[in-house]
């Protein structure tokens, strides 16, 4: 794909992050692969909370208003973070798989850290949703510690999202 095309549909291409907003640290990592993202060219690259798009009319929480942008995006990323709280992303998870994406599995990622899993992921809920992904074809990263594969996750989306818009 020529730079010329490339930015074009990096620039159009919308990438909600999900993940947990607390504690700060948390949070800060979402933060951080966004602005990569954004770095790169994926300027509708967003956090749940300033995805660019209208949130849900009348959405009285946040879950129901992620699931809602996850139908309305190109491309969505679950970072799982060992500071995290997991029950809402893993809830937004759960919804995801259930609803297969919105047909967006081949364009889901979902990111673990290493330590999340030990402290946080061995949930029964998380657990069924990670399975049930998994046997969804969606692809299913682990990274170490503090070590966000952003440069993985850009590859991804340019194999995945944009080889099929040439």
């Known amino acids: 794909m020529d ?3 490339k930015d074009k549909w990096t620039d159009i291409t919308k990438v909600l992050i999900l993940g947990s907003y607390h504690p700060d640290k948390a949070k800060r990592k979402l933060s951080k692969l966004k602005d990569y993202l954004k770095k790169e060219g994926f300027s509708n690259a967003g956090l ?12 009285d929480n ?3 208003d992620s699931a809602y942008k996850m139908a309305l995006s190109d491309f ?3 970072l799982f ?14 919804i995801g798989a259930d609803h297969n994406f919105w ?7 979902i990111l673990l850290e290493h330590s999340f899993l030990k402290k946080q992921g061995r949930s029964q809920m998380f657990q069924h949703a990670l399975n049930l992904i998994r046997e969804m074809g969606v692809d299913v990263y682990e990274f170490y510690d503090d070590k966000i594969p952003l440069k993985y996750v850009k590859t991804q989306i340019y194999s995945k999202i944009l080889k099929n818009r040439e």
């Open 103 to 109: 047909n967006k599995g081949s364009r889901t990622m």
């Open 3 to 5: 730079t010329k095309n």
């Open 48 to 59: 749940a909370m300033d995805f660019p798009s209208p949130s849900m009319p009348g959405a």
């Open 81 to 94: 973070v060992k500071e995290g709280d997991s029950y809402g992303p893993a809830m937004e998870l759960q």
């Open 62 to 64: 946040v879950v129901r």
């Open 76 to 78: 969505i990323v679950f």
